[in-house]
């Protein structure tokens, strides 16, 4: 069974902190999503990637930076965590054509920013 | 990408089938139909897409009109487990550029009892 898999489920960090979410996919997916979702807003995209060391901005990149390194990992890194960073993220996968295929969600983490 | 349109909820009673429509009447002649549920605190599944011939697969089917400006998703039995947010999507192809998927509120089904 295709894995999108997100390191924590639930996570708790400090105002200011550095903050890493790691997703990791088995299915040699070319792209990588993380998107954000808040109650009233849906969800929204943060950064994508295309292939290993690419990145591509998203519609709420700020606050945010991201990494892919390898194929099957792509890091979200909250630079200095604020309290309105507080939301539910997820990391999305899917074939270059996704379009055609479908895209793969991992069970989210839910951030609370104190 | 073309907007859509969604019912912000429906009701279905268990094992009846449930009917999800989706208006999306800017469709243009490249632009594929999409459908995902959101289960509470999971993330997103993906259902069934299509062009313009109707779909089915093990979880649903998909009916588009002639002129695909709107869609139907169809889940012949409804269990308590389809109680989940729907989405219905548009988007074109675009190979090499931004793939990204666009959620709207969506469909917040309820199947009771």
Known sequence: DVKVTQSSRYLVK???????????????HENMFWY???PGLGLRLIYFSYDVKMKEKGDIPEGYSVSREKKERFSLILESASTNQ????????SLLGGWSYGYT?????RLTVV | ??????????????????????????????????WYRQIHSQGP???????KNNETNEMASLIITEDRKSSTLILPHATLRDTAVYYCIVRAPNWGGSEKLVFGKGTKLTVNP
């Open chain 1, 105 to 109: 969600f991992g069970s989210g983490t």
């Open chain 1, 86 to 93: 507080t939301s539910m993220y997820l990391c999305a996968s």
């Open chain 1, 36 to 38: 954000r979702q808040d």
């Open chain 2, 1 to 34: 990408d073309a907007k859509t349109t969604q019912p912000t909820s429906m009701d279905c009673a268990e094992g009846r089938a449930a009917n999800l429509p989706c208006n999306h009447s800017t469709i243009s002649g490249n632009e594929y139909v999409y």
């Open chain 1, 14 to 28: 400090r105002t200011g902190e550095k903050v890493f979410l790691e997703c990791v996919q088995d299915m040699d």
């Open chain 2, 45 to 51: 599944q993906y259902i069934i897409h299509g062009l």
